[in-house]
């Protein structure tokens, strides 16, 4: 493969890659500093917000990002750098040695990198299910939330949001079918029709949760890195100019917030 079409399939295999957190690609979000591909051998150099984002986070987009450009047919030599963390010289070494993250931090890896992908992955997927429904009750005036329970994956419009829930659900391995009910649990039950305003409220804030941490980091990397705001991608508009998600304002009573995130595992420091 010539250099310059292993450097535009390294750029493609790097928007796969995602911060587990703010559920977008690193390649969107500007954390790519530099790639560089010749005779085989593929070097990237990734940045960050701050020099103390979790090393966790920062561990796990970097063995990512070594996991799917060591994937492409014409990289023979794949080396992934974290640029200005407090734990650039630890995680480079342990990617570098193809360590894992429990030989790579010891003793301080007090997860399991899977489990950590997993929490990720279900904060994404009610996110992502929170999005493409309170689309379809601004598209349909007449549907009220207590009938979602009723609505499968059919009967969502083939739009971007969509398409994301449903690359969520395979993720977890939730079913797909366009007659799989399209407000589920992280298990993949229906949300029984008295508890839908409740579920649909925390499903929310945990979107504006993501998105609120996605453009607070985007705007801490062009303070730290102006020079970054040119590989930043436009984030999307969630709402329409001026307009206010379905039950905007409303709040979940924390005893019912902790309930309902308890099993998910939300919290993670």
């Not at 010749?38 to 986070?57: I, K, Q």
């Not at 941490?213 to 100019?241: I, K, M, V, W």
Request: aromatic share 6%; proline share 7%.
């Amino acid at each position: 493969m010539w250099a310059a079409q292993l450097e535009v399939a390294a750029r493609a295999a790097l928007d796969t890659v995602y911060d587990p957190e703010l559920d977008e690609p690193v390649t969107d979000l500007g954390f790519v500093r530099s790639l560089t591909a010749e005779d085989g051998r593929v070097t990237v150099h990734l940045r960050l917000p701050t020099s103390f984002c979790s090393p966790n986070f920062a561990y796990l987009m970097a063995s990512d990002a070594k996991d799917a450009l060591s994937a492409l047919p014409g990289a023979r030599e794949v080396t992934v750098l974290l640029d200005d963390h407090h734990d650039s010289d630890l995680i480079n070494r342990g990617l570098a040695a193809d360590a894992g993250y429990r030989d790579t931090f010891g003793h301080e890896a007090e997860q399991d990198l899977e489990e950590l992908r997993g929490i990720f992955r279900r904060k994404a997927h009610t996110a992502a299910m929170e999005r493409a429904l309170t689309a379809l009750l601004r598209a349909r005036p007449d549907l009220a939330e207590e009938q979602l329970g009723d609505v499968v994956l059919g009967d969502l419009p083939d739009t971007s949001a969509t398409r994301a829930l449903l690359r969520r659900r395979a993720a977890l391995g939730l079913g797909t079918a366009p007659a799989d009910p399209a407000l589920v649990d992280d298990d993949g039950r229906p949300c029984p029709r008295g508890e839908i305003p409740l579920r649909l409220r925390f499903a929310r804030s945990v979107r504006i949760s993501i998105d609120g941490n996605a453009h607070f980091c985007r705007g801490l990397l062009r303070t730290r890195y102006p020079q970054s705001a040119a590989d930043q991608s436009a984030r999307p508009e969630e709402f329409p100019a001026g307009g206010e998600p379905v039950g905007a304002g409303e709040t979940v009573p924390a005893g019912e917030l902790f309930r309902l995130s308890a099993p998910a595992k939300e919290n993670v420091s």
